[in-house]
């Protein structure tokens, strides 16, 4: 959020691998993170130490840049090295791994950190020619949107271009930071389900892709080709990673002819408050009705929230964070961190149930850091994505004890007790009134909220 | 617990990551685990779809074996071998990458389990010739036991050694599997301060290792040696991991003529029922005054549970599970996990409450498996072992931030809300009549039970 590079602070192997998960996520989205780990006095490594472990086998599963600093005089420019690390290949995790007497020993002098920026190196003129080829050639083209290209002002500059040229415009799946809303460019994007993303696709015969890979289903499945690449089109990179997705595509607009001005905005449109039962629609409708403008939405709410993102496309303008790398237990600490990286926004997570069991523990950062993060509980009882993949994978009917294994009732977890447990006021909503209420006084009252949502069944 | 390979089930790399601490802790325990992580399908590979990472170089963190199954005509002898290899070694954890098609694909013939059991070799009689020789020779000699030797029968032999020979016994700070109480042989452990651990070395020419490692410091100190071992003093080690512990044993008395019958076994010693305030000894009183024959106790009450095992060690027969990696998080899961391989057995869980919070959720599983574990969370509201540690490493007075870090207040945890959200029955006791009430009645009543006891701050 902050387009600074973000600080973690880990303790030893075991403390990495407990944030592998969400460093994972960080990798996926391009997220410049400096990842420090504490380790063992360079001293202390002769004697096995019960906490001694092969930190740098685990960094390297998430790590662009590693480093174990291993003298005091040169642990300030180690430092400036990871942050500036972190900025490369378009932004990755850089790892420095902090013995410590590294750290207790004399440091020398401090070193001067530069002015930080990402690799803007520009796109190649070939590649841009010859998108601008394919999209003046009339045949059937989707020019595919990700990462950075779905910040406000390239998405007006992709969306101008499809418009001039005919070709269909859409976004990946899980976009790191999505800007839309009234005023922003709506954008359609690749549906998780391998099924309907197909649909999206049919007919194209040229796929363009700017800061995203070329589409392909999230898991395989017996008896389907992974990729959704339609037969016989082909693909086509408009930049690498490391490369200027804004400026790339400010030359692409201008090889065809066209800027912002011709780009599709769309109109506020806000739902009227609804009414009674809790159904899909009606927390869509909650959600949309009540959102302030220039809220941050943190966007785990898998299964449940399928409806929420259609419903709140033409609210007030505002961000959309999504589950990059596919690890559940993103979103309570990753609407902390985009809190605390945006003073004065409010914070919306909307999280699916099982998904929040992952990080609960972050309720209590939020409370003891006074954000202002509501998050909305959908609670539907059961790992209902997981119930899903069961299925697809053709395994037959599910015996008791998978059944089991997938379901999260037998105890029913109470949403608001652990939230008051942990510090963070917490209600249970039964009907649209009630959330509407409950989430105009979480945006309304300082610090953080949770409430409860009873969510229907997906399946 | 079941003298048995445990079973994990995890998902793809960030899975693995979610586990990592406690298989850190199985790693260090020489605990046989088959450690199966799901993987995308081989025909999936090439998509580098969200959730893929590489998955081989965080499992060689803690894995002594690992193996990508890639024939599904090959599965079940990969599974035997798996299950074997989690037995070499005196005990590892045995790492099964399993791509999805794999599994979904027709299996071949199933395989045959041979035969399951540790590699035990007979320790070398060159080892055990020289350690009688040591034992014998009159200088003063500490008799230092870990890991298997911790067994009733190993530790009978290893006290009857001791006091036939002069010798000083004393067992590892952290043993994974301690039997001890009323009959069982009263074991000395090192304690986690250097300082006092080194007093206990004092004086030793000889220190010889049963199933541990040289004594060292838990971490490295400014100006401190992590070695324990007292100059002069030189290390043997009676065997080598894979060795069959109490068949050496058993050589070695046979060399001294000794047996079992010259061992120390502890009288049953049980305190009168403690009354009035929480302070550190009535906790401890309260726990002994109650604790039922065979209880397993897990414990990780790490700086607040220091008086608890000495209070403890008279009281009838019990096994006692201690943090052998020191990654925190490690008592609920454990406990979890201990009384599922134990049916019938209680199990008392000493919890520190910043460990608690690591692995909070595994109440939730206790629920739901119907566990008899009584989870006693000793709230000291700090991270107390940081606070410790950060004074020792020389750091000056803390900063308020820094102060800020390891306090626990602010808000303060209510373990009582979150047992009740996770389906735990729990309460807060304010005096010794309280605890041992609520002890008496979560021994008594099925399922399992969380009591927080307010505990005064170490330091």
């Not at 800027?259 to 011709?262: N, Q």
């Given at each position: 959020m902050a387009d600074r590079p973000a600080g973690v602070l880990l303790h030893l192997g075991p403390g990495l691998g407990n944030g592998l998960a969400n460093l994972h996520n960080a990798r996926r989205a391009r997220t410049p993170v400096v990842n420090v780990v504490g380790d063992h006095a360079l001293t202390h490594?002769?004697?096995?130490?019960?906490?001694?472990?092969?930190?740098r086998a685990v960094a390297s599963n998430v790590s662009g840049w590693i480093r174990t600093s291993t003298d005091p005089r040169t642990l300030a420019e180690d430092g400036v090295s990871a942050i500036q690390a972190s900025l490369d290949n378009g932004g990755q995790v850089a790892t420095m791994i902090l013995p410590a007497d590294v750290c207790w020993l004399d440091a020398g002098d401090p070193a001067r950190l530069p002015e930080l920026r990402k690799q803007q190196r520009p796109g190649r003129p070939d590649r841009i020619e010859e998108a601008a080829a394919l999209l003046r050639s009339g045949e059937p083209c989707v020019l595919l949107v990700g990462g950075a290209a779905c910040r406000s002002q390239s998405l007006k500059l992709a969306s101008a271009i499809t418009n001039a040229t005919g070709a269909k415009l859409l976004g990946e799946t899980f976009p790191s930071r999505l800007q839309r809303g009234a005023g922003e460019v709506p954008l359609e994007r690749l549906v998780y389900l391998a099924e309907f993303a197909e649909m999206q696709l049919a007919g194209a015969q040229h796929i363009i892709l700017v800061d995203t890979s070329a589409p392909a289903a999230f898991f395989g499945y017996p008896g389907r080709d992974g990729s959704l690449i339609p037969d016989g089109a082909d693909i086509t990179a408009l930049l690498e990673p490391g490369e200027h997705t804004l400026g790339t595509l400010q030359t692409l607009a201008g090889l065809l002819g066209v800027?912002?001005?011709?780009a599709t905005l769309t109109p506020l449109t806000v739902p009227d408050r609804p009414t009674g039962a809790l159904t899909g629609e009606a927390i869509g409708a909650s959600i949309a009705a009540t959102m302030p403008e220039d809220v941050i939405v943190v966007d785990e709410g898998n299964t449940s929230g399928i409806w929420i993102s259609g419903a709140t496309a033409a609210t007030p303008r505002h961000d959309w964070l999504t589950?990059?790398?596919?690890?559940?237990?993103?979103?309570i600490p990753a609407a902390l961190g985009a809190s605390l990286a945006s003073p004065g926004r409010p914070v919306l997570n909307i999280e699916a149930d099982g998904s929040a069991m992952y990080t609960l523990q972050a309720l209590w950062s939020q409370a003891r850091e006074g954000t202002n993060v509501t998050t909305l509980i959908m609670n539907n009882s059961s790992y209902a994505v997981l119930n899903m993949e069961l299925a697809k994978v053709g395994a037959g009917e599910a015996g008791p004890r998978a059944q089991e294994m997938l379901d999260l009732s037998g105890p029913n977890l109470d949403f608001v007790a652990l939230a008051e447990g942990l510090g963070v006021p917490g209600r249970r909503v039964e009907s649209a009134e009630e959330l509407c209420a409950a989430l105009d006084e979480a945006y309304q009252v300082d610090g953080p909220h949770l409430i409860e949502v009873p969510t229907p069944p997906l399946m």
């Open positions: 490594a002769r004697f096995d130490a019960p906490l001694q472990s092969d930190i800027d912002e001005s011709g589950l990059t790398g596919g690890a559940i237990g993103f979103g």
